[in-house]
């Protein structure tokens, strides 16, 4: 069974950091793309950050340097750091797992596994 774990959310000041984990289990963890997404009350799910099995990332353009995808293959875990949050960045932060067919990085459909979410709230 594929399951998806995330951790790390909470409330922090503007300007403040956090660190989300998403511990993945039940498939060949080196084998697929993960990614980031968040949603924010009454709006759409986007797409965050995004990182292949051999390690090339890409950011959308509202968090390029400020948030920074890893992953530790040998614990099986993604991470996002995320700096220098503002309010707008409240949401709650899904991480999923990639379909192998998926030609679009972040459009949802192409995600077949998602885990619970974790969220995450910037104050003013």
């Known amino acids: 069974e594929v399951q998806l774990v995330e951790s790390g959310g909470g409330l922090v000041q503007a300007g403040g950091s956090l660190r989300l984990s998403c511990v993945v289990s039940?498939?060949?963890?080196?084998?697929?793309?993960i990614a980031w997404f968040r949603q924010a009350p009454g709006k759409e799910r986007e797409g965050v950050s995004y990182?292949?099995?051999?390690?090339?990332?890409h950011y959308a353009h509202f968090v390029a340097g400020r948030f920074t995808i890893s992953s530790a293959n040998a614990k099986n875990t993604v991470y996002l750091q995320m700096n220098n949050l503002k309010p707008e960045d409240t949401a709650i932060y899904y991480c999923a797992v990639q379909n192998p067919s998926a030609t679009m990085i972040f459009v949802p459909y192409e995600y077949d596994y998602w885990g619970q979410g974790t969220q995450v709230t910037v104050s003013s």
């Open positions: 990182i292949t099995s051999g390690g090339s990332t």
């Open positions: 039940g498939f060949t963890f080196n084998d697929y793309a």
